[in-house]
């Protein structure tokens, strides 16, 4: 099936398989594969921006894909409809993902209401997909009001998931000596919510402590215009202790988007920063497309080994040739 009303047709009757070979499509770089999905979304915009999008990040070992199969349970629970869209290290030999978190989610699997994506990130900073933007309408779309993004959450480029959700959760931990470490400023000063999870047996205490420096931490950190600084909680995945709260604190924030203007805002401006994000991203795919044609980039590589040009002139000199390359493209 590669007809986009077809697709469409499938999508916004539920039809898992249609989500799923739609998202390949949109994840794929084929020519024929990105009208198609071109103009899938264009069919699909009209039924978009339902769900409440949240994205959830955190530090390696926090407990993120745990702590979103215990919350999608209980969203199940209280009537909604979740997707959970899991962006995965690629392989860099393949390009293939591992798919490791999709396995920690064993209570939405199988669930009726649910719907579990793993993506690869391809190697893109920032903890996204090429396509999970995209991703998210197509399960809005499919009528998921709900839609939990899992980030990467290998370093410290997790920002870019702020661009596509409305509510930007936080991960962290206790135990690492310092309960700061790993929280860099970039990342907190775009949080919304701040989670100390694994906050169970005799780390309740110590994580008490952690939610309350964390709490001081973020009084000193600049926010951009009206935001306050994020709520800091402690829940445990693994037992379920404060994810009910957690629930209803993400469900408030929500609405106090919506009441007062701030999600129709902080979406338009997503919309333009998306807009910007993929034009950067089409550019660097068909820089590096282009030059791997040419012989000029190993030659100024052998410049810059031997110190015949210093790394800043090659890279300009890459940038001029691929601009002659596209200036002398036929039509």
């Given amino acids: 099936m590669t007809d986009p009303a077809a697709y ?8 898992r398989a249609a989500i799923g070979r739609a998202i390949t499509i949109l994840e794929s ?17 009209p039924y978009g921006g339902g769900a409440h999008r949240i994205g959830v990040s955190g530090v390696p070992g926090a407990g993120k894909s745990t702590l979103i199969d ?13 997707a959970v869209l899991a962006v995965d290290p690629s392989s860099e030999r ?23 994506r793993g993506s690869p990130s391809s190697g893109r ?11 998210v309408a197509v399960v809005e779309a499919a009528g998921y009001d709900v839609v939990l993004v899992e980030t990467v959450g290998v370093g410290q480029s997790e920002t870019a998931v702020a661009a596509v959700v409305d509510t930007f959760l936080l991960l962290g931990l206790v135990g690492a000596g310092d309960d700061l470490q790993g929280m860099k400023m ?24 952690a939610a309350r420096q964390l709490t001081a931490a973020l009084r000193l950190l600049p926010r951009g215009g009206d935001r306050t600084e994020p709520a800091v909680l402690t829940c445990s ?3 379920g202790s404060g994810v009910p709260e957690l629930a209803d604190r993400l469900a408030a924030a929500y609405r106090a988007d919506r009441a007062s203007g701030e999600l129709t805002r902080r979406r338009r401006d997503q919309a333009v920063e998306a807009m910007w994000a993929h034009a950067r991203a089409e550019l660097l795919e068909d820089f590096h497309a282009e030059l791997t044609m040419s012989p000029v980039p190993a030659e100024l590589a052998a410049d810059v080994v031997v110190g015949r040009l210093a790394e800043r002139e090659a890279g300009d000199r890459l940038v001029e040739t691929y601009v002659r390359t596209v200036r002398g493209r036929p039509g």
């Fill in 8 to 15: 469409a047709e499938g999508i916004l009757a539920g039809d």
């Fill in 29 to 45: 770089t084929r020519p024929a594969d990105r009208e198609t999905g071109r103009r899938l979304l264009r069919r699909l915009a």
């Fill in 70 to 82: 215990t919350l999608g349970a209980l969203l199940l629970e209280r009537g909604h409809r979740v």
């Fill in 94 to 116: 393949t390009g293939g993902s591992i798919l490791g978190d999709a396995t920690r989610m064993s209570r939405l699997a199988g669930a009726p209401g649910a719907y579990l």
């Fill in 125 to 135: 900073l920032g903890g996204l997909g090429r396509a999970t933007g995209a991703a």
């Fill in 186 to 209: 970039g990342v907190l000063e775009r949080a919304d919510l701040v989670v100390i999870n694994k906050a169970d047996g005799d780390r309740q205490v110590a994580a008490a402590a």
């Fill in 237 to 239: 995945a693994r037992d």
